[in-house]
């Protein structure tokens, strides 16, 4: 089974640039999150889908990030304009449905961003 | 909301040694509890789980027990190796949302 893909895995761009991620969640996975994931710190959840429906976006700061699951596959999260504080991994993951207790939630390896 | 704490690190051990990684939570409801790990160079995958009360989850000889009365879910190994390496994430679902600790790296030394 092809787990969750992200791509690019490393970016580099300088500060008010624009840049976009993008994840290909696992087949038939419902639930898909976006995490921002700073040195040191656990990950922090900025938007999560139920199939193309946002479920949790309160942590992402709307003014410069969006995101969006077009037909409840494909994800992508842009970030305009890129701040030095946005250097982070951008973790996707997804589940089959995160309501039934248990349900385990799958990693791709993240697009590390440097904004210098 | 819900949070999760975890004890600070880094950690750092002798091959054999035991191992007990503290985490705590606060949740509204009854919720899910899981470690995951993240290996050197690797994603974020899961260790083990549990999803009520007394559960104990278990997985590649950790354990950790769903004490709903300490609200905790400590992560033990009774001898660790130096492939167990890596940085550790409790991690919670309640009301549908996974929240994570702030992670502790473990350094196992031969």
């Known amino acids: 089974e092809a787990g969750v893909a992200q791509s690019p895995r490393y970016k580099i761009i300088e500060k008010r640039q624009s840049v976009a991620f993008w994840c290909n969640p696992i087949?038939?996975?419902?639930?898909l999150y976006w995490y921002q994931q700073i040195l040191g710190q656990g990950p922090k959840l900025l938007i999560q889908?139920?199939?193309?429906?946002?479920?949790?976006d309160s942590q992402l700061p709307k003014d410069r990030f969006s995101a969006e699951r077009l037909k409840g596959v494909d994800s992508t999260l842009k970030i305009q304009p890129a701040k030095l504080e946005d250097s982070a991994v951008y973790l996707c993951?997804?589940?089959?449905?995160?309501?039934?207790?248990?349900?385990?939630?799958?990693f791709g390896q993240g697009t590390r961003l440097t904004v210098v | 909301g819900n949070s999760v704490t975890q004890m600070e690190g880094p950690v750092t051990l002798s091959e054999e040694a035991f191992l007990t990684i503290n985490c705590t939570y606060t949740?509204?409801?009854?919720?899910?509890l899981f470690w995951y790990v993240q290996y050197p160079g690797e994603g974020l995958q899961l260790l083990l789980k549990?999803?009520?009360?007394?559960d104990k989850g278990s997985n590649k000889g950790f354990e950790a027990t769903y004490r709903k009365e300490t609200t905790s879910f400590h992560l033990e190994k009774g001898s660790v190796q130096v492939s167990d390496s890596a940085v550790y994430f409790c991690?919670?679902?309640?009301?549908?949302?996974?929240?994570f600790g702030k992670g502790i790296t473990l350094s196992v030394r031969p």
């Open positions: 993951a997804s589940s089959l449905v995160q309501t039934a207790p248990g349900a385990e939630a799958f």
């Open positions: 087949s038939g996975h419902a639930t």
């Open positions: 889908f139920q199939n193309n429906g946002v479920v949790d």
């Open positions: 949740a509204t409801g009854y919720p899910s």
């Open positions: 549990a999803t009520k009360a007394d």
């Open positions: 991690a919670l679902v309640a009301n549908s949302k996974l929240t």
